[in-house]
């Protein structure tokens, strides 16, 4: 059975103590005040105890891809970004 909760039903377990959250998920207290009012879950998620978040996909990946040494963008008519090394 999965344990799968979010860090604002947590604050309600623990009393709105936010540095406790912060001990049980091994996460800065910084980052349980910027979830905490995620109560759809629509950036966060806690399963098993821990903490998973979104990431910022296509504008990071462009850019990491363009500091990439290695990186050739080969176009092609799908249009799909290929590495070769």
């Known amino acids: 059975m999965e344990h799968i909760t979010s860090i604002p039903k947590m604050l309600n377990q623990n009393r709105h103590n936010i540095s406790e ?3 049980q998920l091994m996460v800065n207290r910084k980052t349980v005040a910027n979830l905490m009012d995620d109560k759809d879950c629509i950036h966060h998620i806690v399963v ?3 903490l998973m978040t979104e990431t910022r996909r296509l504008q990071d990946d462009e850019v990491i891809l363009a500091k990439d040494p290695n990186y050739y963008y080969l176009g092609g008519s799908d249009g799909s970004q290929e590495r070769q090394v």
């Open 21 to 23: 959250v912060a001990r």
């Open 48 to 50: 098993h105890g821990r």
